[in-house]
């Protein structure tokens, strides 16, 4: 009696050993999958559409001109450029004035929020940038 109730602890405790490994290995190789899938979906700039090819130019110029250079030829040509690209360029302008002007920042990101859904390439950009804007 004693020898079989032994064997069957024995039995169910190597079975939970199994399981508890399993479920482990298998969150192991979800995990492992999905970083490979973020790695993949990298998105840059330069790969976004919706830039007109007209302003890639001007954009890039302004844009090394600094930040009233850059405000500026967002003031004047941002309603040509479609998201995602526009998105990704407010993005990035919301970051360079943050520090000196984190109300503008915020307004900005909040309007690029409200507009990206969550199948856009710029959406995992946004959600890395959410806590610090909100």
């Known amino acids: 009696m004693i020898k079989g109730l032994i064997s069957a602890v024995v039995i169910v405790l190597v079975?939970?050993?199994a399981?508890?490994?399993?479920?482990?290995?298998?969150?192991?190789?979800?995990?492992r999958d999905l970083a490979a899938k973020q790695a993949a979906t990298q998105v840059s700039e330069e790969s976004l559409q919706g830039m007109p090819s007209g302003l890639e130019a001007s954009y890039k110029a302004a844009k090394a001109g600094g930040i009233t250079t850059w405000r500026n030829w967002m003031r004047r040509y941002i309603q040509s450029v479609a998201d995602p690209r526009r998105a990704w360029?407010?993005?990035d302008f919301?970051?360079?004035i943050s520090r000196d002007e984190p109300a503008e920042a915020r307004k900005i990101f909040a309007e690029v929020k409200?507009?990206?859904?969550?199948?856009?390439?710029?959406?995992g950009r946004?959600?890395?940038l959410e806590n610090t804007y909100k």
């Open 15 to 17: 079975l939970y050993g």
């Open 19 to 31: 399981w508890e490994i399993w479920l482990y290995w298998d969150q192991v190789s979800h995990d």
């Open 89 to 91: 360029i407010e993005l």
């Open 94 to 96: 919301l970051v360079e």
């Open 114 to 123: 409200s507009r990206v859904p969550e199948n856009s390439p710029v959406y």
């Open 126 to 128: 946004v959600k890395k």
